[in-house]
Each structure stands twice: as C-alpha cells, then as structure tokens.
T-cell receptor, first 116, second 114 residues
C-alpha cells in the first residue's frame, strides 16, 4: 500500500516569497492533516480536512497560510509571504473514517522549508 | 485532550528491552493512549495504541496501568535503528468512527547504543 506522498522534499526561499507544498494521501483516506514541525519541537496541527471540508483550522495563521483540498483527495498548503519563523518541516498525514486501527493517522516524510 | 509527561531522554543497550514511561494522570474514559516515533529526517511513525487493555504488535507492547494514569511502551529487543524520538499522545474518541486530533508534546529521545 502506498504511503502519504509529499513534494517537494526540500525548499529554500527568501523571506516574503511564496511557496506551495503538495500532498497525496493514502488511497481512500477521507481525513487529511497538515502539521508544522519546528526544529526541536513536536509537530503542531495546522489544518484538518474531512473530504474537502475543513474540520479544524484554529492554529493556521490565516494571514499568510492557506490550504485547499478541492476534490477531496490531494491537498496544497501555501505560504505567502513567507517569514523567517516559517522555517520548519511541513508534514501531511491522512486517516480513514473506519473505526479501530482504521482510524490510525499515517504521516508522509515531510517537506523541509528554509526561509532565508 | 489530556496532557502527557515523558522523560526528555533515555538510553538503552542494543538487544535489551527499552521501557519508555508516560504519565497521563488526567486521562478521561474515552481517551486512547497512542505511541508514535520519529526517526531523524522522517515523518512520525505509528507504533501502537490502546484504551485500557495491554496491547502487543510486531513492533512493541503497550502496558497501561489499571487506573489508566500511566503507561509504558516496551521495545523488547532494541536495535540501533530504534534510536528516535518517542511520543506518547492521548487522543479522544468522539463517537462512532470520529476521533480527535493528535497533539504532540516534546517526546522522549531514546538512544540505543552498541
């Protein structure tokens, strides 16, 4: 079974530039998450989708971050304009709506962003 | 969600059992204990989860105390590749097939040495 796919793996941009990250969840997974992980810290949830609707975006800095999941499958996370403090790993994760172990959340390898 | 407390770091000799403790004294009856680990430069990897009974899978065992206020993740025969940050997370079951989010803390850095 293919895992959660993310791209690009690494990105370096200058502050005030924009960047976009793409995520393809595990096939059939209705729920998709974007996490931000700053070096030395645990991942922090930015936004959660169920199908193409937003369930939780309470920690998404909406003045500069946006995310969409138009057809309920792939998702894009955009940062515009980027700040130095946005340097982090952006993790995409997905889970199904089935109960028990079917609700386990699986993570991708992450997209490493450095803002200079 | 209930908070968890883990030691910041632990060491273990290769081939020995690694026992990682977690305190979750404010856990509620509908909250599960999840364990994930994160190896350097990779995304978090699911290990195991449980509600109140002990659980075992091919990766590890999870021992939850009877009062559910603490748990221990056991890696029975640690290898160098088990060196990682281990996260203990409490996750609420909202009803049906709906669960709350995973809220990560700082985790425990486990170092397995030869």
């Amino acid at each position: 079974e293919a895992g959660v796919a993310q791209s690009p793996r690494y990105k370096i941009i200058e502050k005030r530039q924009s960047v976009a990250f793409w995520c393809n969840p595990i096939s059939g997974h209705a729920t998709l998450y974007w996490y931000q992980q700053i070096l030395g810290q645990g991942p922090k949830l930015l936004i959660q989708f169920q199908n193409n609707g937003v369930v939780d975006d309470s920690q998404l800095p909406k003045d500069r971050f946006s995310a969409e999941r138009l057809k309920g499958v792939d998702s894009t996370l955009k940062i515009q304009p980027a700040k130095l403090e946005d340097s982090a790993v952006y993790l995409c994760a997905s889970s199904s709506l089935r109960g028990g172990k079917g609700n386990t959340i699986y993570f991708g390898e992450g997209s490493w962003l450095t803002v200079v | 969600d209930a908070k968890t407390t883990q030691p910041p770091s632990m060491d273990c000799a290769e081939g020995r059992a690694a026992n990682l403790p977690c305190n979750h004294s404010t856990i509620s009856g509908n909250e599960y204990v999840y364990w994930y680990r994160q190896i350097h430069s990779q995304g978090p990897q699911y290990i195991i989860h449980g509600l109140k009974n002990n659980e075992t899978n091919e990766m590890a065992s999870l021992i939850i105390t009877e009062d559910r206020k603490s748990s221990t993740l056991i890696l029975p025969h640690a290898t160098l590749r088990d060196t990682a940050v281990y996260y203990c997370i409490v996750r609420v079951a909202l009803g049906g097939t709906s669960y709350g989010k995973l809220t990560f803390g700082q985790g425990t850095i486990l170092t397995v040495h030869p």
